[in-house]
Structures are given as structure tokens and as C-alpha cells.
């Protein structure tokens, strides 16, 4: 293939009237005005200086033209890096700086600042939103067919840079391989084909709106209902008219809490996906009940895309995020990289050809987290039974050492989940004079209920060893997260840390 990305996911596409993007107002976007579109934006991108290999910084609110922009980058073979629209100028410089971005494409309210940003990085600026800016509209008066430029499967696609909650944030490079790869697993295992119509209300600067989601849709050949952001009505009104829905936790609590949510409305859904976040096992359970459809959950990470899945036809179960997939290897080590037995808790390691290419001028860092024989160090802390499913127990930071022994927060989490009152919990280290450290709990109470706390301490006390019970507990509205729904234990560290 000449440009493997775009000939997989794009080119066949052209010409081709068929929907592609469902839009809330009832606009529909086919896939021959999408491929037109990425033409007229592979143009405008050159028209501002941008040439293959460089990297095209993206921070604008989920648009057709944003999702376009991934497409013209594949084609141009310009590398696409999507980042947070919650980032702030600040943060903003340092990806584009780091990065080394020849163009940086921003929203229109905030061109000013991000136009400093730009500039203080030695790249062009761009706005770009969906009624048009500087690129879209330059882009209007460009052709609608574009000469797709050479690339191979290990040319580099993509960065997304990780979280950054520790130390400086990485930038994890993407290769073709790895997108098309994961999507192509993704869309067989998952069983998508054209006729699918997925509900897509996540944001696309993340790998599961862009590189899950989108990707399989795109080698599916089916359609996307593109909602801006999770919107309760809006997932209702379309819910008869589609056939999945990926979304995070957040999405089927809101769900279940809508009393317009029943079977019926869902029984047109053939899939309903869930990751980025621990799903609780009262939500599968609440779930299951109320419309019949059990939750297919699901792991990956930024480096990765997606490493396991519960099946499509089989035992999904709840707490797990199912068997490695096809193509992927997966093993639970030790701190040398030996296997473990089933059932030991280790750290998970993954090899296959979905594990990216490294951290962008990290050669250190790259090196630390990636052994010699191919395998990636996750830092997630997992367990996987006889049967070869994979459960999650935690991050490897987030273990906690009290006076010698190994505390796993997930445990800790699973049991004050269960008792009365209690919506969800986070569970992290403090520090102790004499043990080192010691579990402290956070509590969130059900909607209008009370948690009794001695009641609590005592079911704890009955079901585990004291060196694992938590010192302290904390009773909090709600927990702190990430866009993606993920519990932010740093931001309870902060504030419970002393």
C-alpha cells in the first residue's frame, strides 16, 4: 500500500454517499464529503508550511473539521496530536514545545493567548471550530481530492501524550501499524461492519474516542451519531436509530439514572462497551436488569490502544477486563520481568504490534518501561485466572508498602463498594511515622443516604487482615476525575496527604 493508514481506514471511502457522521442537529456528513473535506484540509495544511513528518498540534472542541484534520494529517503524513481542551496555555506550551509542532490548530475563542503559545514555540498558528476559522476556511477554497503521500506501516501517525500525574508528561509515538492493527482486531472481535451505528459522545483528543471508536467505525465502514459531549437526551433520542455505544462509567450511570431508560429503548443495541474507568459491579448488575444487555469492558492504556476484552460471545464478566486480545500477549511479572503463576498478582506486561514505538526524546524513559524481549511494562497491577481472564487491581504507583507488606487499593475499594450506603470509595497511601504509610479511605455515600461508619470499620475489620484496613476514612460528595471518568488519586493525595 502506498500510505497504509490512509488506504486502510480513508481511501476506500471515497466516492461512497453513504452516512458517516450523524450530527445533533440532524445534519448528515457522508463518508465521500468526509474523504472531500480531509482533502481540502490536507491542502490548507501545506498551504500553512505543514509537511510530511511534522507534527500538527490539535486543541479545539470535538468537530466534524477536528475529526476531518486526523484524516488529512494520515494522508499528508503529517503526525496528528490531539490534546485536552481543558488544558491551559501554560500546559498547552509545554506540549507544542516538546513536541516540536510546526503548527498549532486552536479554538477561536482563545486565539489570542494560544497564538502567544505558538509563537513563544517557534510554530504557526490556526484556528479552527465548526463554523469555520483561518484553516477551515482556507481549506473552502481548496480541491476535494488530494495525492496521498507515501508512508509505511512504521512511519509514526500520532502522539498522545500521557497524563503527566508523575513527573513530566510523555509523549507516546504511534506508528501506523499500531492504529491500524488495534482497529482491525477491535472490528472482527467486536463483530462492527457497515451496517453498525455507533453513539459516539466521547472527546476525540483521547485514544478511546479516536483511536477506538473512530477507527473501527472507519474499517467497519459504518456510521457515528457525533455528539459534542455526553448528553443524557440526546443518547435517548438517538439510542433506537444506532446499534452501540462506547462510553466511559459515567455514561451508564447516567443512564440507569433516567427513568426513560428501559428495554425497550434499548433493544435495538447490540453492544454496549465500557472502559477508561472501572465499571462498579452494581452498575453491571443494574444494568443487565434493566435493559437485558450485559456491559462488554474492555483495557487499554495511551501506549497501547486496547489490550484485552471481555468476548463478544461469551462469559463477560464483571470486574475483569476479559482475555488479551488475539494478537496481543500478555503476562502478569515480577519486578524482573519473570512470569507469575495464575492467580499471583503482578505487574502487567503486553507485546504485540499495538504497543507503540516509544516516548518522544525519552530514550531513558522508553528504555526503563520497555524490556529487552518486547514487552511493555503497563505499571498496572493486575491478576489472571486459569482461564486467562485479566482483572485489574491497580496501578503500580498506587500500591501501598505498610510495614513491609503489600496493600493492594483495589481490594480495599471492592469491599467498602458492598456495604450499605456506600456509592464508590479510592483508597490511597498516607504517610505514617512508624509503618511508612498506611490506607486511608475516601467515601462517596449513595444519593440520599448516610454512611455509618462504625458499620463500616467493623465489616472491614471481619473480612480483612488489620495491617490492611484503612486509619483513616473520609466521606466526600463526589470523587475527583479526569475527562475520561479516572479516579484522581494525586488530587486526593494532595488533599488528604498529611
Known amino acids: ?18 452516512p458517516f457522521l450523524h450530527l445533533p442537529d440532524g445534519e448528515v456528513i457522508t463518508h465521500e464529503a468526509f474523504i472531500g473535506r480531509a482533502a481540502q484540509l490536507a491542502h490548507a495544511l501545506v498551504a500553512f508550511g505543514v509537511q510530511t513528518g511534522d507534527r500538527v498540534a490539535v486543541q479545539v472542541e ?14 499528508l503524513g503529517a503526525i496528528f496530536l490531539p490534546l485536552n481542551t481543558a488544558y491551559t496555555a501554560a500546559e498547552l506550551a509545554y506540549f507544542v514545545g516538546d513536541s516540536g509542532a510546526r503548527l498549532l490548530v486552536g479554538d477561536p475563542a482563545r486565539a489570542q493567548e494560544l497564538a502567544e503559545v505558538a509563537a513563544a514555540c517557534d510554530a504557526g498558528f490556526a484556528t ?37 500525574t508523575t513527573g513530566r508528561s510523555k509523549g507516546a509515538m504511534l506508528s501506523q501499524k ?30 478511546h474516542g479516536l483511536f477506538v471508536a473512530t477507527n473501527v467505525m472507519l474499517m467497519a465502514g459504518g456510521a457515528m451519531v457525533f455528539m459534542p459531549k455526553l448528553d443524557v437526551d440526546q443518547l435517548i433520542t438517538w439510542m ?71 468476548p463478544y460471545g461469551g462469559d463477560r464478566r464483571a470486574g475483569t477486563v476479559g482475555l488479551p486480545l488475539p494478537d496481543v500477549e500478555l503476562r502478569v511479572a515480577d519486578a524482573s520481568g519473570t512470569e507469575l503463576p495464575r492467580g499471583e498478582t503482578g505487574v502487567v506486561e503486553v507485546r504485540g504490534p499495538n504497543v507503540f514505538q516509544g516516548y518522544w526524546n525519552m530514550p531513558e524513559k522508553t528504555a526503563e518501561d520497555m524490556r529487552a524481549d518486547g514487552f511493555f511494562i503497563t505499571g498496572d497491577l493486575g491478576v489472571q485466572d486459569a482461564e486467562g481472564y485479566v482483572t485489574i487491581v491497580g496501578r503500580g504507583k498506587d500500591l ?6 503489600n496493600i493492594y487499593p483495589k481490594e480495599l475499594e471492592l469491599l467498602l463498594d458492598a456495604q450499605d450506603g456506600v456509592l ?70 494532595a488533599e488528604f496527604g498529611e
Not at 150 to 164: I, K, M, N
Request: aromatic share 8%.
Open 424 to 493: 464508590e470509595s479510592a483508597v490511597i497511601g498516607v504517610p505514617h511515622a512508624d509503618l511508612g504509610e498506611v490506607p486511608l479511605a475516601v467515601l462517596v455515600p449513595q444519593p440520599g443516604a448516610e454512611i455509618n461508619l462504625e458499620a463500616v470499620k467493623t465489616a472491614v475489620g471481619a473480612a480483612l487482615a488489620r495491617f490492611k484496613q484503612p486509619r483513616e476514612y473520609r466521606v466526600l460528595e463526589a470523587l475527583p476525575r479526569n475527562t475520561m471518568g479516572k479516579v484522581q488519586k494525586v488530587a486526593l493525595r
Open 178 to 207: 499500531n492504529l491500524i492493527s488495534n482497529a482491525a482486531t477491535l472490528t472482527e472481535l467486536w463483530q462492527f461492519t457497515d451496517a453498525d451505528v455507533l453513539l459516539h459522545a466521547l472527546p476525540i483528543f483521547h485514544t
Open 62 to 75: 470535538k468537530c466534524p473539521d477536528m475529526l476531518a484534520l486526523y484524516a488529512a494529517c494520515a494522508q
Open 128 to 164: 479552527l471550530d465548526a463554523n469555520g476559522g483561518t484553516l477551515a476556511e482556507r481549506a473552502d477554497a481548496q480541491a476535494v481530492t488530494f495525492e496521498t503521500v507515501a508512508r509505511s506501516e512504521d512511519d509514526l501517525a500520532a502522539f498522545l501524550y500521557t497524563s503527566g
Open 400 to 405: 501501598i508498602i505498610s510495614g513491609g507488606y
Open 240 to 310: 433506537p436509530r444506532a446499534t452501540a455505544m462506547m462510553g466511559v462509567p459515567t455514561f451508564y450511570t447516567r443512564l440507569l439514572d433516567d427513568v426513560r431508560f428501559d428495554r425497550e429503548m434499548a433493544a435495538g443495541m447490540r453492544l454496549f462497551i465500557s472502559g477508561s474507568a472501572p465499571l462498579l459491579a452494581d452498575t453491571h448488575i443494574a444494568f443487565e436488569a434493566r435493559t437485558g444487555h450485559r456491559i462488554l469492558e474492555r483495557y487499554g492504556m495511551t501506549e497501547t490502544n486496547m489490550n484485552t476484552s471481555n
Open 1 to 18: 500500500m502506498q500510505n497504509p493508514l490512509y488506504d486502510t481506514m480513508f481511501a476506500p471511502h471515497t466516492g461512497k454517499a453513504t
